[in-house]
């Protein structure tokens, strides 16, 4: 990873919540790099979001853009994360299915 520092194009890392107990040591060397920001996806268990994880990440990583997906597929699930303080959220795979999908949340979303 030392060598994405050297790329002069805006770069964002991706990693899943769960692939390790602790992603600090990575957040640590991570944000000495010249990057845009940190994708998580923060799919858990049972179709359902892992927030507390994203949470922790923003708490202790406040200034870095920070990208989250992972079962953000409902409005209030979006809603959630942005209030958390992620900077962005990505849908991926209902988009496959339904190629409206995205505006369609996004519509949802701007009733809330």
């Known amino acids: 990873m030392s ?4 790329v002069e194009k805006p770069i964002i890392v991706k990693f899943r919540a769960e692939a390790i107990p602790d992603h600090t040591p990575i957040m640590d060397f991570i944000k000495n790099l010249d990057l845009f920001g ?3 996806n923060i799919r858990g268990e049972n179709l359902e979001a892992d927030y507390k994880f994203i949470e922790n990440i923003r708490k ?3 200034k870095i853009f920070l990208l989250a997906s992972g079962y953000l597929w ?3 699930a979006v809603k ?3 209030d ?3 900077d962005m959220v990505g849908v991926a795979e209902p988009t496959i299915k339904d190629s409206k999908f995205i505006e369609n949340l ?3 979303f ?3």
């Not at 060598?3 to 050297?6: A, N, V, Y």
Request: glycine letters at 8%; proline letters at 8%; zero cysteines.
């Open 3 to 6: 060598t994405l520092g050297d």
């Open 106 to 108: 996004k519509k949802k």
């Open 80 to 82: 959630r994360v942005f």
């Open 110 to 112: 701007k009733r809330l």
């Open 84 to 86: 958390i303080g992620v």
């Open 74 to 76: 409902k409005p209030e």
């Open 60 to 62: 202790k990583h406040p």
């Open 38 to 40: 940190v994708h998580f």
